[in-house]
C-alpha cells in the first residue's frame, strides 16, 4: 500500500495495491496490520456506513467530539467525490486549515481521517457510492459540524458553477468561529 500525507500530515492518502488484467481486478482493501502501520497507531473500526449521492450533493462538513470522537477511513467504489477534511484540534498549529483529494471507484483511493477532523465531500459524478469505516459508533449527542463554504476555512470545492445540494443541518451549520471544536 503507498501513503502519502497530505498538507494535514494525520490525514492520509492510502492507495492499495490493484492487481488487474483482462477479467478485472482484485485488491486487498482493509488489512488492519497494514493499515495501522500506516496511521501509526492502533486503531479499531466499529462499525461501516455506505451512502449513495446524485452529482452536486455535498455532505458534511461533521465530526464527533468528546469520547465518541471519530476516525474515518473512507473511499468512493462508484463515481467520484472531492474529498475534504478539516483540523478542528484548537491547539493544532494546522487549526481551521483544510486538506482535499479526489477519490473515486478508477483511482481506488481511500483517505484517513484520524479524530480531530471534521470530514466531507462533494459528488463530481452523475452519482456516487461512499463507504465509510469509523472508530466509533454514530453518536448524534457528540455530533459537530462546519460551515461547508466559511470563508475562514476557504476550502476551494470544485463546484463548477453549480449549487451543491445540501441537508439542512449542513447549510444551518456553524461558522469555524462558533463551532465546537476540540481542546
Known sequence: MKVTPTTLPEVLILEPRVFGDARGFFTES??????????????RFVQDNHSR?????????????????Q??????????????AVDMRRGSPRFGRWAGVELSAENQRQLWVPPGFAHGFLVLSESADFLYKTTTYYAPQAEGALRWDDPAVGIEWPLDGITPLLAEKDAKAPLLADAKTYD
Open 30 to 43: 482493509w488489512n488492519e496490520k497494514v493499515f495501522n502501520e500506516a496511521a501509526g497507531g492502533e486503531f
Open 53 to 69: 449521492s446524485a452529482r452536486g450533493v455535498l455532505r458534511g462538513m461533521h465530526y464527533q467530539l468528546g469520547e465518541q470522537a
Open 71 to 84: 476516525g474515518k477511513l473512507v473511499r468512493c467504489v462508484a463515481g467520484a467525490v472531492f474529498d475534504v
